[in-house]
């Protein structure tokens, strides 16, 4: 059976009684991993101010995570382009592609990645950086990064070092609107659907590929996915392991942010009516079971959507266990 290619995606996740500085190491060694169980992309995201996720820049630690891997593309999911003057982002990718010729992503997004107060001190006062610009700086990155059609955007500015080549620019959304975005510019769209929350993913994707205009590098629509897995020797297990993800999916809706706690911990957590019933619509991982279980999930998710590529997001405490699980489901999935 030919299946569509796997990659991951990961938020460098903090655990209780460790420091950022062992997830950054903990996220290195899962992407060394998945190079070489065939993964074809590793993706690290954008988060601030948030006591359970490392990964705030995403051009430094995917220079550190291409550094240490060998064929595996590397990039952002994403990088919030309203945080950032699309100048800056242009020049960090160009480098970063110069230094890796043809593994670089870059992909966009327009959320924050964290709340109002830490986006203001991320923007300053500017009234350049605000999310009504979105698709005017969208394609000032692209005129930068060697977009003929959108080159008047850039005026005068070249992104530096001149590369080569380019990185793969690709829109990510959990919405209509990435989706009318990517269509529009003719590029490549990452759909969220591991955040599982009132997921609109078939009408943004009908969206998407009914307004998808033919650019040069894209002219067919092209659609990843991602989801949130977790795989082990049995379903309890892999239901155990789980338990962290819950706790932080609740801790994200609720304001109660922190490290990422132990399944034991998690077992143990005492919940109210109120978090039990909250926790019925925020699993944390839609795809926790042996990897066989996980795979068929994975399956139907790709008969549903039409997919083109899959992302694995998964919430663990101990980045042995998610080395684990990319293995079982590598092996399952024929990598």
């Not at 080549?165 to 269509?183: D, F, H, K, N, R």
């Not at 490290?259 to 991982?285: H, K, N, V």
């Not at 068929?296 to 549903?304: C, K, M």
Request: charged letters at 20%; hydrophobic letters at 45%; glycine letters at 8%.
């Amino acid at each position: 059976m030919t299946r569509v290619p796997l990659s991951v995606l990961d938020l460098a996740t903090v655990r209780e009684g460790h420091g950022s500085a062992d997830a950054l190491r903990g996220t290195v060694e899962i992407a060394k991993a998945a190079d070489e169980l065939g993964f074809a992309r590793f993706w690290v995201a954008e988060h601030h101010n948030m006591p359970a996720v490392a990964s705030t820049t995403p051009p430094v630690l995917i220079g550190a995570v291409a550094a240490q891997t060998s064929r595996i593309k590397v990039g952002s999911g994403g990088v919030m382009l309203p945080n950032h003057m699309p100048f800056v982002v242009a020049e960090q990718f160009a480098l970063l592609e110069a230094l890796y010729p043809e593994r670089i992503d870059l992909g966009i997004g327009r959320a924050p990645g964290t709340d109002q107060a830490t986006a203001a001190a991320l923007r300053g006062v500017s009234p350049y950086l605000t999310v009504e610009q979105f698709p005017e700086h969208l394609q000032t990155v692209l005129g930068l990064l060697g977009d003929d059609r959108a080159a008047g955007k850039a005026g005068r500015l070249r992104a530096t070092p001149a590369p080569e080549t380019y990185p793969e620019v690709w829109i990510l959304g959990s919405s209509t609107y990435g989706a009318q975005i990517a269509a529009a510019l003719g590029l490549p769209f990452c759909y969220a659907y591991h955040f599982a929350i009132a997921s609109d993913v078939d009408g943004a994707l009908q969206l998407y590929r009914s307004g998808f205009q033919p650019s040069e590098r894209f002219p067919e629509p092209h659609v990843m996915v991602s989801a949130s897995v977790i795989a082990a020797d049995t379903t309890e297990e892999a239901q155990f392991l789980a338990g962290p993800s819950r706790i932080m999916a609740l801790s994200l809706r609720t304001g109660r942010l922190g490290p990422i706690i132990s399944p034991e911990a998690a077992a143990e957590r005492e919940l109210s009516d109120l978090d039990l019933q909250m926790l019925d619509s925020l699993p944390g991982t839609q795809y926790a079971g042996t990897a066989d279980e996980v795979v068929a999930g994975l399956d139907a998710l790709i008969e549903r959507t039409g997919a083109n590529e899959l992302i694995l997001a998964g919430t663990v405490y101990d980045p042995a266990t998610r080395r684990d699980s990319l293995a079982r489901i590598a092996k399952a999935w024929g990598l």
